[in-house]
């Protein structure tokens, strides 16, 4: 039987998002492995809070696997649409005046 070999979750995160070349990272030895790459997010100030979220997240919550990862950046984006929504109302609702009776 041939076995399979899992993707490399830590080069795909690493790749996909957005403007990863500004962090400093580098890919082919930061990327070896999602451990790797936790390790190396965890203590130093990478710059980019969200990147250093989904790395912790698809390791800790995720058990580092891909449908656990999958799952994790699900969850993850439908709590950012519940905020974004939550501040789109909140945009769009009459200002109170300070002092006003509620």
Request: glycine share 8%; hydrophobic share 40%; proline share 6%.
């Amino acid at each position: 039987m041939i076995k399979t070999q899992s993707p490399n979750l830590a080069r795909i995160v690493y790749e996909a998002y957005p403007n990863s070349d500004l962090l400093p990272l580098d890919p082919d030895s930061d990327c070896r492995d999602l451990r790797t790459l936790m390790h190396r997010v965890w203590g130093d100030g990478i710059g980019d809070g969200l990147f250093r979220f989904l790395v912790i997240e698809m390791v800790e919550s995720g058990e580092g696997t891909l449908s656990g990862a999958i799952r994790v950046v699900r969850q993850a984006r439908d709590d950012v649409e519940a905020v974004l929504q939550a501040l789109i109302l909140a945009r769009n609702a009459p200002m109170k005046k300070e002092g006003a009776p509620t």
